[in-house]
């Protein structure tokens, strides 16, 4: 997905080209594949199917997995680093922006805001288990503020769209920011009401507890920097600005 300005006066957002993240079945292979086979077409066929809730597994909880997914993350930064967490729509390029940020020392992909315990990706893709594709940020608080966090966060995607980026749609796809503590959720509600008054449309950005975060499967994990789709690796050097390729 590269970045188009949005005709409103604000900072301009992500917005996608003609591919969606579903028109990529396979995103664990890294070399270019013909979409032409039998094999890709089928999967595409099967990824509407599962968004309309046919063919995937059914995602089942019981009373206690609820309680869990729907728990505090439970996992701890580094000494002396913070934790947040971001949806912003298909996590793999809101990965790679903040792994270019200056004083960011870890990030991961996954999914939280649900009710299935231990989620896969195809469970977050049927759109029954209400989880978000999110990007946990560790950040030296020293180095990058919360704030800077924010500011990354508002440029990287559209936030008056809702469970929409560009042509990825469901509720996986939904705009958040998930606080760890008391100073975060105000600093939030502040830089929503200071965004708000930059766009004529409302924005639907949710800002709720951080809750369980599960990491997404491995080759989720720093899709873009390992090559993407097509296998040309993306820069994750600080303060690179160069244009995100979001599905690689």
């Known amino acids: 997905m590269l970045l188009k300005t949005t005709a409103i006066a604000a900072p301009s957002f992500s917005s996608s080209l003609s591919l969606s993240k579903s ?17 890709i077409k ?17 995602p089942t909880e019981s009373p206690s997995d609820a309680s869990i997914a729907q728990g505090p ?34 990030t991961e992909v996954g999914y939280s805001q649900g009710y299935l315990h231990n989620p896969s990706y195809e469970d977050v893709c049927t759109g029954t288990t209400t989880h978000s594709e999110v990007v946990r940020v560790q950040y030296d608080p020293k180095e990058c503020s919360f704030d800077s966090l924010l500011d990354v966060f508002w440029a ?18 939904r ?13 939030a509600i502040e830089s929503r009401d200071k965004q708000q008054k930059l766009l ?21 994990q720093q899709y873009l920097a390992k090559g993407g789709r097509f296998g040309f690796k993306q820069s994750t050097e600080k303060r690179c600005n160069d244009p995100i390729r979001c599905y690689g």
């Not at 990287?156 to 796809?173: A, F, I, K, M, S």
């Not at 998930?178 to 959720?185: A, G, I, M, N, S």
């Not at 449309?201 to 709720?208: F, H, P």
């Open 23 to 39: 028109s990529f079945p396979y995103p664990n292979r890294l070399l270019p594949v013909k979409f032409n086979s039998p094999t």
């Open 175 to 187: 705009s958040g920011i998930y606080f760890y503590t008391e100073e975060q959720e105000k600093a």
């Open 156 to 173: 990287r995607h559209d936030p008056t769209t809702l469970n929409r980026q560009g042509n990825d749609v469901g509720t996986q796809y």
């Open 42 to 58: 089928t999967s595409v066929r099967m990824s509407w199917f599962n968004k309309l809730g046919f063919g995937a597994r059914s």
């Open 73 to 106: 993350d439970d996992d701890s930064p580094a000494p002396g680093q913070e934790f947040a967490q971001f949806g912003a729509g298909c996590f793999w390029g809101v990965e790679l922006a903040y792994q270019r940020v200056p004083g960011v020392t870890r």
């Open 200 to 220: 004529n449309r409302k924005i639907v950005t949710e800002i709720l507890p951080a809750k369980k975060f599960y990491k997404a499967e491995e080759y989720h």
